[in-house]
């Protein structure tokens, strides 16, 4: 167990959030594309091999606009499988929508960023709460 100031820390949660740089390293369709067709599939491929109802080994987060994307854009195997995916918890929808920098955003862009994951169909599907991660030194936020 580990001590901080006094705390004594029983659990700790390691979050892999996935980085989507739209436009970085390709234009952003072709990005758009390759996480419809082949990270989504194979992160949701993956946590059916390695979770159990009883034990999470893997859960992918990542942004709520690439995933209501995927919703709204995938072939119909592809909708059902990410659905399911996000309602046993393998995939779990990020608040924000995509990796910005938060500090430049206006009240009413950082308001529609949040607002996606309430429009998209992950807000029916997601159990539990969602997460933000803030960028740069920005604190972790979390809503129960």
């Known amino acids: 167990m580990i001590k901080l100031k006094g705390l004594a ?3 700790v949660f390691v979050v892999s959030k996935t980085h989507l740089d739209l436009g970085f390293t390709d234009y952003a369709e072709n990005i758009r594309e390759k996480y419809i ?4 599939p194979g992160a949701i491929d993956l946590a059916r091999q390695v979770n159990t109802a009883d034990k999470k080994s893997f859960i992918w987060t990542t942004g709520s606009w690439i ?3 995927a919703l709204e854009n995938g072939t119909p195997e592809q ?4 659905t399911n995916a996000i309602k046993c918890g393998n995939i779990v929808p990020h608040a ?7 500090e430049l955003l206006d ?3 950082l308001d529609y960023g949040l607002s996606i994951v309430d429009m998209s169909k992950t807000k029916s599907a997601t159990p539990g709460f969602t997460a933000v991660r803030l960028t740069r030194t920005n604190p972790l936020v979390c809503e129960s």
Do not use: A, R
Not at 37 to 40: A, G, M, P
Not at 79 to 82: C, F
Not at 96 to 102: E, N, R
């Open 9 to 11: 820390m029983k659990k």
């Open 37 to 40: 067709s082949n990270f989504i």
């Open 67 to 69: 995933l209501k994307e």
């Open 79 to 82: 909708k059902e499988s990410l």
């Open 96 to 102: 924000f929508p995509f990796t910005t920098h938060t």
């Open 107 to 109: 009240s009413d862009t």
